[in-house]
């Protein structure tokens, strides 16, 4: 019987271990970074901090602002188009090509929502009664939005009511007449 030696393989050079990537101060990101749709967002998230139905000008969310990224995508996501981590203190909204302002405002303003109540006992850990109380109050608070009737409270039912708003607005100063002035009928 012929004897058999087994030949060691030759192994691959394994590439020295890097150290994880830290995440960005938010204080070292250009203002570009922010802007997605016409919106400054860190500008946004700040004055929708102050709301009440968030906490208002005292609240947790102005005493200590949470770290916003803002993910650029390829394509609108099919599902996520933000998220929050209310134990780390930070959210994360999607941009991509052909976002409306209304879709980042909403997503904005969901997301901090998650941030202000954190999750819920029960069945709805995330989008119950309270959250959607809450987001519905912070809608009219902050866009003067109101009488929308969400089926669910995911995306799509106030971004759409923030583009009409968005809309009448654009229309008015069409005619050089300000938003919040009273027009004559005509």
């Given at each position: 019987m012929p004897i058999r030696f087994k030949i060691p393989k030759q192994r691959r050079p394994v590439a020295p271990r890097q150290a994880p990537r830290r995440r960005r101060s938010p204080g070292t990101r250009p203002a570009r970074y922010y802007a997605?749709?016409?919106?400054d967002l860190r500008a946004e998230m700040e004055r929708l901090s102050a709301l009440?139905?968030?906490?208002?000008?005292d609240g947790p969310l102005v005493r200590r602002p949470p770290e916003l990224a803002v993910r650029r995508a390829s394509a609108r996501p099919r599902?996520?188009?933000?998220f929050a981590v209310p134990e780390e203190h930070r959210l994360s909204v999607t941009a991509y090509p052909g976002i409306r302002r209304g879709d980042i405002e909403e997503t904005l303003l969901h997301e901090l929502v998650h941030l202000a109540i954190g999750s819920s006992p029960g069945g709805r850990r995330w989008h119950g009664r309270e959250f959607t109380e809450t987001l519905r109050r912070a809608m009219r608070e902050a866009y003067g939005i109101t009488g929308v009737r969400a089926?669910?409270?995911?995306?799509?039912t106030y971004?759409?009511?923030?583009?009409?708003r968005h809309a009448r607005e654009e229309a008015l100063a069409a005619r050089g007449v300000h938003?919040?002035?009273l027009e004559l009928a005509g």
């Open positions: 997605v749709a016409g919106v009440p139905a968030l906490g208002g000008p599902t996520r188009l933000g089926k669910n409270t995911y995306h799509g971004a759409a009511a923030l583009e009409r938003p919040e002035q």
